[in-house]
């Protein structure tokens, strides 16, 4: 999520005014979350998640109906999880200044919706894995044949010859050095 939060303030900084709002809607839909952006003196809101005022992690005013459970900050961005106080889904809270600092970034995220991405890779991931791992399998074996079958069609010929056998002719098409030799 950091990450995309990075993402967005470099887009919207680099975004005319009529094209922000797609962007903070493609956010908050993708993470399911409440988002404030404010840049150049224009307001963007989204919110998916209904928290209520009182619900939400606030730094700049005086409720603090939240606790905190973690807290990040790297002077760029600052995030942290906070409990629910009516003990519903923890929320993760972004607060990010956009590059130019002409403006910031504040999103609530469900904590669950970041354990259902996560498990969805977890579960996922086996998968791919097992595709991945399959797909190389059957690569090797093909490729491999592509390169044992004119070796063993000029192995054999070779044994007809020294055997003496009349009319023997090797025919390999592999249109490479193989094909050269044999002709």
């Not at 904590?111 to 259902?116: C, G, K, N």
């Not at 491999?144 to 069609?153: A, E, F, G, V």
């Amino acid at each position: 999520m950091e990450n995309d939060v990075a993402s967005l303030c470099e887009k919207i900084a680099n975004t005319p005014d009529s094209e922000r709002l797609p962007l903070v809607t493609e956010f908050a839909g993708k993470w399911w979350a409440d988002i404030s952006v404010s840049y150049d003196g224009y307001i963007y809101e989204m919110n998916l998640l209904n928290v209520n005022e009182t619900e939400r992690l606030h730094y700049s005013g005086t409720t603090e109906d939240v606790s905190i459970i973690a807290e990040k900050s790297d002077g760029k961005i600052k995030i942290s999880l906070s409990q629910n106080p009516k003990d519903g889904t923890d929320f993760f809270y972004v607060e990010r200044i956009l590059p130019n600092e002409n403006g910031y970034v504040k999103a609530t995220v469900s904590r669950q919706q970041i354990e259902d991405a996560v498990s969805t890779v977890i579960v996922i991931l086996p998968i791919t894995a097992f595709l991945c791992t399959l797909i190389s399998i059957l690569s090797a074996l093909a490729y491999s044949h592509m390169l044992t079958k004119p070796i063993k069609q000029i192995s054999s010929a070779t044994k007809q010859m020294q055997e003496l056998t009349s009319d023997v002719h090797c025919e390999i098409h592999t249109h490479d050095e193989m094909e050269a030799v044999v002709r």
